[in-house]
């Protein structure tokens, strides 16, 4: 099956510094990634949209200039979390599409904690 | 509000027992469904996609009613290791974009 990576894993960061996470499809192109992020006992909830070579699409609520995306090739797409506060703590997961597929492909997730 | 709804359990069960999660889902135009199990702490993995007809996999069986908005899974001769949260996940097809809705989960602990 097709294979998505994130980095870091984990990351523990101060307050008001900022976060780069990358997703990355290793074995297909992706012309579709998704961001969501899941606070503790609830779902997966999407935070935006990010077609290759687009600006993304952010959902109700979530703040455009707080979370930076980039998806610059078909294979990497990136997230950054600005000035981070604790609120921000949580597992953010990132997931490929490619046009004409039948499903998204699940990174493993990158848990971020905001001191 | 398009949403996907669960019972959130937690169902404990014992080994080799059968259990049935139930999800609706509120948007009569989505176009694919499916089950996720997500473990602790980690991503969520597909688990299988329902069709209309029903289908199975092995010790999985799920069901679509798209007149009800209902969808089931069912597991049969639960093992240690079908412990994890069972995520139920509809494609809104919002434009083609392929966008998925996910349910909060149902918990499920088999026990020994």
């Known amino acids: 099956g097709a294979v998505v990576s994130q980095h870091p894993s984990w990351v523990i960061c101060k307050s008001g510094t900022s976060v780069k996470i990358e997703c990355r499809s290793l074995d297909f192109q992706a012309t579709t990634m998704f961001w969501y992020r899941q606070f503790p006992k609830q779902s997966l909830m999407l935070m935006a949209t990010s077609n290759e070579g687009s600006k993304a699409t952010y959902e109700q609520g979530v703040e455009k200039d707080k979370f930076l995306i980039n998806h610059a090739s078909l294979t990497l797409s990136t997230l950054t979390v600005t000035s981070a506060h604790p609120e921000d703590s949580s597992f953010y997961i990132c997931?490929?599409?490619?046009?004409?597929?039948?499903?998204?492909?699940f990174g493993p997730g990158t848990r971020l904690t905001v001191l | 509000r398009k949403e996907v709804e669960q019972d959130p359990g937690p169902f404990n069960v014992p080994e080799g027992a059968t259990v049935a999660f139930n999800c609706t889902y509120s948007?009569?135009?989505?176009?694919?469904f499916f089950w996720y199990r997500q473990d602790c702490r980690k991503e969520p993995k597909l688990l299988m996609s329902v069709y209309s007809s029903g289908n199975e996999d092995g010790r999985f069986t799920a069901q679509l009613n798209r007149a009800s908005q209902y969808i089931s899974l069912l597991i049969r001769d639960s093992k240690l290791s079908d412990s994890a949260t069972y995520l139920c996940?509809?494609?809104?097809?919002?434009?083609?974009?392929?966008?998925?809705?996910f349910g909060k989960g149902t918990k499920l602990s088999v026990i020994p």
């Open positions: 948007n009569s135009a989505s176009q694919s």
């Open positions: 996940v509809v494609n809104d097809d919002r434009a083609g974009s392929y966008q998925l809705t």
């Open positions: 997931s490929a599409y490619t046009s004409g597929g039948d499903t998204q492909y």
